[in-house]
């Protein structure tokens, strides 16, 4: 089955550090460019940022307002991105996605998990 | 950023009716516009890539129109498993942005 699921989600404190996983299965993982997505209650989703293929370098990208603070990374071997997330404040939180930049067949996002979600809170 | 501004924000209509949903980008994005349907506590779900295209598997009472900074996302005959939200998206240029969404619900 075509799949990705995410994990880690929880309570953190502000100014706290959480990591996030996506672990894929049923599609050639290390062909695809992995993204997260996140929303907030009651708002829209909000692109977070990505990772490329080995064949792309790896190549990151980020939004300015997670910049700096968050890291995606990738283990191929493992079929797994994470979502390395510090200094943590209230606006962050969501629920986070992962999701698959499908190429081959459609430039979207074609696959995605059914999320996690991060709570920072005192 | 290109901002993606969609309306209306939310809608009601009836089972059978035609509903439509603009999605305009501040500036022109050639045809680089998918559109999403989301439902609470589920993943969300690619209906149409690259302004018109369908994806395979997806009702063809779904359909997607426009070029350049205006687009036009239509639903034939709205059925009740198409409440929630959906949204557009641009890939033209990072930061990949969504419109804010519209909310459907069913009258």
């Known amino acids: 089955e075509v799949q990705l699921v995410e994990s880690g989600g929880g309570l953190v404190q502000p100014g706290g550090s959480l990591k996030l996983s996506c672990a894929a299965s049923g599609f050639s993982f290390s062909d695809s460019a992995v993204h997260w997505v996140r929303q907030a209650s009651g708002k829209g989703l909000e692109w977070v940022g990505r990772i490329r293929s080995k064949a792309n370098s790896y190549g990151t990208a980020y939004a300015a307002s997670v910049k700096g603070r968050f890291t995606i990374s990738r283990d191929d071997s493992k079929k797994t991105a994470y979502l390395q997330m510090i200094s943590l404040k209230t606006e962050d939180t969501a629920v986070y996605y992962c999701?698959?930049?499908?190429?081959?067949?459609?430039?979207?996002?074609?696959?995605w998990g059914q999320g996690t979600m991060v709570t920072v809170s005192s | 950023d290109i901002q993606m501004t969609q309306s209306p924000s939310s809608l009601s209509a009836s089972v059978g009716d035609r509903v439509t949903i603009t999605c305009q980008a501040s500036q022109d994005i050639n045809n680089y516009l998918n559109w999403y349907h989301h439902k609470p506590g589920k993943a969300p779900k690619l209906l149409i890539y690259d302004g018109s295209n369908l994806k395979t598997g997806v009702p063809s009472r779904f359909s997607g129109s426009g070029s350049g900074t205006d687009f036009t996302f239509t639903i034939s005959s709205l059925q009740p498993e198409d409440i929630g939200t959906y949204y557009c998206?641009?890939?033209?240029?990072?930061?990949?942005?969504f419109g804010q969404g519209t909310r459907l619900e069913i009258k």
């Open positions: 998206q641009q890939y033209d240029d990072l930061p990949i942005t």
């Open positions: 999701t698959r930049w499908g190429t081959s067949t459609s430039d979207a996002f074609d696959i």
